[in-house]
């Protein structure tokens, strides 16, 4: 998920976000996340649905994280909605999984 996605989901703004992570980056490793670069950037903004808004988008490349990244944001992210949206996302990675051992 990138890292707009999941400070639109935890109520920050990106850049809010953005710095909470930076404050705790030796929390995250590689394999937790890491910048895309501008082709992948570009590339995902090319297959939005989305009309581009003038301005929208920032200037900096934006963050993916992994799932364990995601977990490790529920660590690092504070208040009630933060927790309340990381007990819905522990819940839907549960979900997505039991999904996939099933079919």
Known sequence: MLDSNLAEIYGYSTKAFNQQVKNNLEKFDEDFMFQLTKE?????????????????????LPYAFTEQGVYMLMTVLKGELATKQSKTLVRLFKQMKDYVVEN
Not at 40 to 60: A, H, M, N, P, V
């Open 40 to 60: 992948e950037y570009d590339s995902i903004l090319r297959s939005s649905f989305l009309t581009l808004e003038q301005g929208k988008y920032s200037k900096y």
